[in-house]
């Protein structure tokens, strides 16, 4: 299962796992680092703490839910000319200092 694209998560500036874009949908997994911390805490209810990988035909809902909407989503649609289907684009884009404790990157810092 090869990755075409790579999202970094960080959760409270701390990187938490990443999340792929594969042929067959998408993937989410914690790292290992990050599981043995004593401050570990989950990204979402939906994706608990866990080794083993997740994975979804569709965008988990929890990423999704960091996208931008309505007229919003329009303009970042049009400033990063990324299609409102890409939704793993957008979120690469859209993300990086999102409300809330979850940001995504594009690399890891």
Do not use: H
Request: net charge negative; with cysteine; proline share 3%.
């Amino acid at each position: 299962m090869d990755a075409f694209r790579t999202a970094y998560v960080y959760i409270r500036n701390v990187f938490a796992g990443m999340l792929c874009e594969t042929d067959e949908g998408y993937s989410f997994s914690y790292d290992e680092q990050y599981l043995s911390r004593q401050d570990a805490s989950a990204v979402s209810l939906t994706l608990p703490l866990s080794e083993k990988t997740y994975t979804s035909k569709t965008l988990f809902p929890f990423f999704d839910g960091l996208i931008p909407e309505g007229w919003l989503l329009g303009v970042v649609s049009r400033n990063w000319k990324i299609d409102v289907k890409d939704r793993f684009g957008l979120l690469l884009a859209a993300c990086k200092d999102g409300i809330g404790n979850v940001s995504i990157r594009e690399e890891r810092i």
